[in-house]
């Protein structure tokens, strides 16, 4: 997780969450005491959603290392580390064997659910710390401990106050300590985690000066769209699920040529979405090829779902009636349970369709998947060839991804020698979100930030855009001049930039270079009040 992470430049969020850990090397009891830039839109930092737990645990690299996006994700090396432990320990209980465990563990830490988006994103710090509170939570009920049940609960808080999407661990909490009849264990720990994030969220407040940093980001919460929530699970889950999907099959005992003839399918699909891309239209009655191949990918995948969880949800109506009460039926009714769990926990916290959004569900459902083939013959080589087809769509993705935060960076460096090269004296301005933001100024840009900056005649405004479809921040108008355009691409034919991260599906087709940049010159000095903002400065994807 860590080598293939390593030298993929800032891509996305991690950006927003590298001014925070930047602050708290600066001043680390005032770690929401500043304002940010984001996509040059100056903002209060307690109005933007980054709790701080990863941000303390970046600081002392950046305090150590100073701009080395490298050494800071070596330097998270301990937190996937704990990812993948507490997940080997998940499994191993589950699975009951070493080797199995070992695969469904690789399945899911390098598979296309997770390796992409690791970055340096919150979610595997939050993961690894959640997971882990799950294993000790175990442990506790194991040995009736409440000193376990301590840690297990200081886990968990310190997972909140990672991402505030860790509340989505309850469900799994509360089923353990259900099926297991641990209540002391269940409430000493959820009290621990209680505690936990409101010391954390008290210090906060105090660094503040009052007021409650997760109250203002419940104030803040978009209004969701449920018909775009519902469909981006459906098409999310429905590629990235492949592996569970596949694992399902053979649980289910069907023949071979069935899990044979779904992932031919699936690549087909994937093929039709690379050399056969729409460019807008993406209805489904308008029978455009790649929305139809993303309909027969997710009705396979949610297919096969409905049919191994309702089996799942049969066996243990039979063993409840037949009151066999056993280790069996526990973990069908945790399996399924876990499952129903995270699709409703996904659409209520998340405010958009995401590939980390569903993140939780597609492990769910791959542990399950796991769990049933290897009840049957040959189950543990079928669970070790589909953890190999994980780990290669994992680094498919991720190799995309690469690319893509390549392309920023080398557009950005030639918009930078493109200014140097044709005036040299004047100013540089830039525009653009994501990566482009942490680049550009590396570069010598300055952001074109509203309310500030102030735009002399002959300065040079670089617009970064992935895809040539990001949008400045504010409407055209005669005050700059387009005088070059810079265009990074590959051969590659597929993208997941937009999509992966912010987007109902996980991956698209590439239509032209991965990120342009745009060069203007201002023709006149003007203010930037005197440019007029656009109500949304994102294309709708």
Known sequence: MSLSNLFEPLTVDDVCHQYYAAQVAKQPLAPFEFEIDWHQKPVAAWDVMVAPVTSYWWAPAIALFGESPVAWKAWFLPTQWLFCF?????????????????ALTAAVALGPAVLPGINL??????????????????????????????????????????????????????????????????????????????????????????????????????????????????????????????LMLHGLGLPRWCGRLLLCVHVLAWGVVGWVPDIDTRRISDLVLDSVAFLVTTATTWGVFAVAFGRLAWSSLVRLRQRRLGRALAVRVFLLGWFVAEIASSLVVSPFPAARRVLLVTVAATAAGAWMATRRRDGAAVLCSTAALSVVLGLALQGIDCLEGRACVVATDEAAAFARENDPKAKVWFTGGWGFEYYAPAAGMQPLARGRAQVQKGDWIMIGSIDGAEEPWFEWNGKINLVHEIGVGDLVPWSVLFGYYSGRRPIEGQLGPRFVVWVYQAIESFHVDALRARVNPWRDH
């Open 86 to 102: 507490a997940l080997l320990c998940l499994f191993h209980r589950l699975l009951r064997r070493p080797w199995p465990a070992i």
């Open 121 to 246: 994103m919150l979610e595997v710090p939050l993961l690894g710390l959640a997971f882990a509170s799950v294993a000790v939570l175990l442990r506790a009920c194991d040995r009736r401990s409440v000193t376990s049940a301590l840690a297990a609960g200081l886990l968990l808080g310190l997972a909140f106050q990672t991402k505030y999407s860790a509340m989505g661990f309850f469900a799994p909490w509360l089923m353990i300590g259900v099926l297991r009849s641990a209540w002391r264990e269940l409430l000493v720990g959820l009290a621990t985690a209680v505690a936990t994030a409101l010391a954390i969220e008290g210090l906060v407040s105090w660094s503040h000066g009052g007021g409650s940093y997760f109250l203002r980001q419940l104030e803040l919460t978009q209004l969701r769209d449920w018909r775009h929530l519902g469909k981006g699970m459906l098409a999310q889950v429905g590629v990235l699920g492949l592996p569970a999907a596949l």
